[in-house]
């Protein structure tokens, strides 16, 4: 029978009374101010948030994958925006360094990145290569011991922030190859794009880049120059599963929103809990809760048990697709059991309600994990 660790759970713990403590009070008012507190950062930082999953050499506990999972479900539990905060540091920022970077690399970036002292993005999403990462037109040209890059990202998450440091581009550094490079904040010739103004994730980090004969360092390729794009379907790989775990994270924080309103609520003389059509809609979003999050753990345990690559990724597309859609149609539940209320950005479920689309779309739209999933079947689809 498959359950998670006693460690795990108090982990989980230690989370939750984080968020509920350091993060609750203050999400309306962050939400409102479109804000990202670099002070809730520092402090998750502080909790060891961003080096579960890093070795200890680089200032992270040398946990596992599964345990970074349990950290982003709680976060996203209280607030989704900062559980999308926390999911890019480390999935889109982190990873990737630690996963291919040299020890140079490692050492000159990961300790800040983990401690939560600073921030990375990870741009591979471009204004007309999206879903299809492998039109990228962002180009590096290598003179001089020197990349030289010219192009445009799009939507990417932690560019843009007062902290930070670096973000991690892809580029297309021959006619049938793509790289990935190391382009630090602050590089003449890179511009981050004013934030975007969107439907959700209100307190998240989002920016356009753009490089206009940008110039950084030959030794700033990240891996093997042409290894970009089979490192990034890895690395989204990951982030497909941590995504689930925002996506659970989401429809818990519904179904507990939910059952204490229903609770307390009262009509006609009676709980509306006691309503039989309010009881079964719980019960079902109940149910969707459990299997999307037992889709998200055997994803992440495989991740932890060294798998094969083609196990992991049906696995993690599985689990997105399906949480994602769990956590849709549990906003659409918690805002008809709310009623009115639900209609009101005072209270939380709104704002789940606006954040919840996203997961549908962000690491891969759903429509592309039925079509990876369809491919992991053996079907010729396109």
């Not at 996203?76 to 690399?105: H, K, M």
């Not at 609770?263 to 006691?274: C, D, I, M, V, Y």
């Not at 994803?299 to 060294?306: H, N, P, R, S, T």
């Amino acid at each position: 029978m498959f359950e998670l660790s006693g460690d795990h759970e108090t982990f989980r713990k230690v989370v939750r009374d984080f968020a509920e403590r350091e993060l609750a009070p203050h999400i309306a008012q962050w939400d409102r101010d479109r804000h990202l507190p670099v002070e809730t950062v520092h402090a998750m930082g502080d909790l060891g948030l961003f080096g579960v999953n890093v070795p200890e050499q680089y200032g992270g506990s040398a946990g596992d994958f599964t345990s970074l999972c349990v950290a982003i479900e709680e976060i996203g539990r209280v607030d989704q925006s900062i559980g999308a905060t926390l999911e890019a540091a480390v999935g889109l920022g982190i990873n990737p360094i630690l996963a291919y970077g040299t020890e140079e690399q490692k050492e000159q970036w990961l300790p800040d990145l983990v401690a939560g002292r600073a921030l990375a993005g990870f741009g591979l999403t471009e204004p007309e290569a999206g879903s299809d990462a492998g039109a990228t037109k962002t180009r590096a040209t290598l003179a001089d011991g020197m990349w030289i890059i010219n192009g445009a990202k799009a939507f990417i998450t932690n560019s843009g922030t007062p902290i930070t440091s670096l973000v991690t581009v892809t580029a297309r550094t021959g006619d049938d190859e793509i790289s990935t490079i190391i382009v630090p904040s602050g590089t003449t010739g890179f511009t981050v794009e004013p934030a975007y103004e969107k439907l959700g994730w209100h307190i998240s980090d989002t920016h356009g880049l753009s490089f206009a004969d940008c110039r950084v360092p030959e030794e700033n390729l990240l891996g093997r120059r042409g290894n970009g794009f089979r490192q990034f379907l890895a690395i989204l790989d990951e982030g497909r599963i941590a995504i689930s775990a925002l996506a659970v994270g989401l429809a818990q924080g519904c179904l507990d929103l939910s059952v204490k309103y229903a609770n307390e609520r009262h009509t006609f003389g009676a709980p509306l809990g006691s309503r039989q059509s309010v009881a079964f809609a719980l019960s079902d979003l109940a149910v969707s809760v459990e299997a999307a999050r037992l889709l998200t753990y055997k994803a992440a345990w495989l991740k932890d048990a060294g798998r094969p690559a083609a196990q992991i990724k049906q696995a993690a597309s599985m689990a997105k697709l399906y949480s994602s859609d769990a956590a849709m149609n549990a906003t659409r539940t918690a805002t008809q059991v709310f009623g009115g209320n639900g209609f009101m950005e005072e209270f939380p479920v709104a704002r789940f309600y606006r954040d919840a689309k996203i997961l549908e779309i962000g690491e891969g739209t759903n429509e592309v994990q039925r079509m990876l999933i369809a491919r992991g079947l053996g079907l010729p689809v396109a």
